[in-house]
């Protein structure tokens, strides 16, 4: 009897240790996503309405109409490769070239999106943030939270990822209001479930005995996938509840 009190209580330590160091975690992927976030909006807001604009950006002021310079298109273009190397190189780097790789990814997307502050009103583009904040921490509260697995759910939604992207490619040729509006509905849904999806990802890939280097570099995936999710929720929601300019 005295033995399998021991074994209980041993492993009801083990598992408060366990929670415990979970929800360290997943504050820390949080805070992180979270200052990726705020770094984006401060290079959009610095890149749109400071001379940094000319920078990057060839603006018409008669017509509205912009285009990119040639550090434009480096700014544009360099995020990507930066998704790359965190996703395919991160197991090679330390956490702290991980993590400085993921701010100034951050920043450059910053630069990338400055436009939609000049096309769509402040107003919108507030609601629109508040709305997709709503909605991110509700989906990722129910991925945190539920016993359901949704492995299943996220090859579905990858699926869809790649029909949508394969579908805007296609409509920058066809210029079609349906295909707009339908990859619009799409891309809401599927990041919406892609929220609960890498929440409960990045939890199931907590493990406790893991190192500081392994952990952070945990830290800093998980916060890109959720500023990922984030991000291309709010442009997708920006479609429907923002109000141009002109």
């Known amino acids: 009897m005295a033995d399998y009190d021991n074994r209980a209580l041993r492993g009801s330590v083990t598992t408060d240790l366990i929670d415990t160091g979970l929800r360290a975690h997943m504050l ?3 805070n992180y996503m979270l200052v990726g976030l705020v770094l984006t909006g401060i290079t959009a807001w610095a890149t749109a309405d400071t001379s940094l604009r000319d920078v990057f950006f060839q603006v018409n002021e008669a017509t509205g109409r912009y285009g990119l310079t040639g550090l434009g298109w480096v700014a544009l273009l360099a995020p990507i490769g930066l998704v790359f190397l965190l996703s395919f190189g991160i197991n090679r780097m330390s956490a702290a070239a991980a993590q400085t790789t993921f701010w100034v990814y951050a920043a450059l997307v910053g630069i990338g999106i400055a436009p939609i502050l000049w096309v769509y009103t402040g107003a919108s583009v507030a609601t629109t943030f508040f709305i997709t ?3 991110f921490g509700a989906m990722s509260l129910w991925g945190y939270t539920t016993k359901s697995d949704l492995s299943g759910m996220g090859s579905f939604l990858f699926m869809g990822l790649i029909g ?3 579908a805007m490619v296609v409509n920058m040729f066809l210029h079609s209001a349906m295909i707009n509006w ?9 990041f919406t479930g892609l929220t609960a ?11 406790a005995n893991d190192d500081g280097t392994v952990a952070g570099r945990k830290s800093i995936i998980g916060a890109l996938k959720l500023y990922l999710d984030f991000l291309n929720l709010f442009l ?7 109000a141009q300019r002109r």
């Not at 999806?197 to 907590?206: A, C, F, P, R, V």
């Not at 997708?236 to 923002?242: A, C, E, M, S, T």
């Open 28 to 30: 820390r992927v949080y």
């Open 133 to 135: 904040a709503a909605t």
């Open 182 to 190: 339908v990859v619009s509905i799409l891309g809401v849904l599927i």
């Open 164 to 166: 949508i992207l394969i």
């Open 197 to 207: 999806y890498d929440t409960q990802w990045i939890k199931e890939m907590y493990v």
């Open 236 to 242: 997708f929601l920006l479609r429907f509840l923002g």
